[in-house]
């Protein structure tokens, strides 16, 4: 199991209540809304073929690969670029923008490392075998989200 | 307003996750998905006692009952708004609680969530384990710092010890060892 306890670089928690020195105008996207059946074709093909591209695989529970999907597909609709749905943003807009998480992102590019179990190294203990998947079973997966 | 700072520990240790090494089991969501099936009894009239009923007496059914597919009341799990989780931590408390911040369309976040309902299972009323959507409390999110998701918060009752946050999908185990050891 490898982790890295951060310490004695360690974080302060920032109070619950503690109101924003500065005012910030941000559009705030809410992902509450189904993605366009359009945009999940477009994501559901680029993550066959960059699966494809890079040697990785979907996760053997295609739920997660389903949910991750769908997820790239709802923030391609709102934003105009499939942004990592695995991450809270301060700003969505900008974040799409600059690119550094627009999937496939940075760590995957240059690593392979996609925290969103989407694209997953044969060695990873949650690595299927399959590199597509079918709008049959992104639908399946998802219908009771 | 009491800062919720004066109620956690001043430092919180942060455990990054990297991938768990660990064998998968069978898939989660269809775990999930069989317990979030009603048994439908698609009856109108007198009924026969069947091993479902609870009552000795044949029920009258005068409609059909509710699909259950959308009901999440069942999941022990709470969801909670940031002013309702405040007001949480604020009270008093006695068991380690657990914070899981996620999104709608983050993958490990519904492994974690099915982890977390086993947990639930599990500790009982030894710990308490809320969720909070951080598409839903934005600003709230922000405060916190959070960036990658899934993101658990372990805040023990003792307010001198820490407070420990982690990153990505852990094992259930780690979870079952920071609350007995380090709460």
Redesign the interface.
């Known amino acids: 199991?490898?982790?890295?306890?951060?310490?004695p670089c360690?974080?302060?928690?920032?109070?619950?209540?503690?109101p924003p020195k500065t005012s910030r105008h941000r559009s705030?996207i809410?992902?509450?809304v189904e993605p366009s059946e359009k945009s999940v074709e477009i994501m559901r093909k680029f993550s066959e073929q960059y699966a494809r591209k890079s040697g990785t695989y979907f996760?053997?529970?295609?739920?997660?690969?389903?949910?991750?999907i769908?997820?790239?597909a709802?923030h391609k609709d709102s934003l105009g670029a499939p942004l990592c749905?695995?991450?809270?943003y301060?700003d969505k807009h900008a974040e799409a923008g600059q690119g550094f998480w627009n999937c496939p992102c940075v760590p995957m590019r240059e690593r392979k490392e996609c925290?969103?179990?989407?694209f997953?190294t044969p060695d990873?203990?949650?690595a299927g075998q399959d590199q597509t998947i079918s709008t049959d079973e992104i639908k399946a997966?998802t219908a009771?989200? | 307003?009491a800062?919720?700072?004066?109620q956690?520990a001043?430092?919180?240790?942060?455990?990054?996750?990297?991938?768990?090494?660990?064998?998968?089991t069978s898939?989660?969501?269809?775990l999930?998905?069989s317990s979030?099936k009603t048994h439908q009894q698609n009856q109108l009239f007198l009924t026969k006692n069947t091993p479902f009923t609870l009552t000795t007496q044949p029920r009258k059914l005068l409609c059909r009952p509710p699909h259950g597919?959308h009901v999440k009341d069942d999941y022990l799990v709470k969801k909670l708004s940031?002013q309702e989780?405040?007001e949480l931590?604020k009270g008093v408390r006695n068991v380690p609680l657990v914070i899981d911040?996620y999104?709608?369309?983050?993958?490990?976040?519904?492994?974690m969530a099915q982890e977390l309902e086993m947990l639930a299972v599990e500790y009982e009323s030894k710990a308490m384990i809320v969720k909070v959507d951080?598409?839903?409390e934005?600003e709230?999110?922000?405060?916190?710092?959070?960036?990658?998701?899934p993101?658990l918060?372990f805040i023990s009752p003792d307010p001198s010890k820490?407070?420990i946050?982690t990153e990505?999908?852990i094992?259930i185990q780690?979870m079952r060892d920071i609350i007995d050891n380090d709460m």
Request: a neutral charge.
């Open positions: 199991m490898n982790l890295q306890a951060l310490s360690t974080f302060r928690v920032s109070p619950f209540i503690s705030v809410r992902a509450r996760c053997v529970d295609k739920g997660v690969t389903s949910v991750v769908k997820g790239l709802e749905p695995c991450r809270h301060d925290h969103c179990m989407l997953l990873n203990d949650f997966s009771n989200l | 307003m800062l919720f700072q004066t956690i001043s430092h919180v240790l942060t455990i990054v996750s990297a991938m768990p090494s660990f064998h998968a898939p989660y969501i269809s999930l998905n979030l597919k940031a989780l405040q931590v911040f999104a709608t369309w983050c993958g490990p976040c519904i492994l951080t598409d839903d934005y709230f999110a922000h405060d916190m710092q959070v960036r990658g998701l993101t918060f820490e407070a946050r990505g999908l094992p780690m």
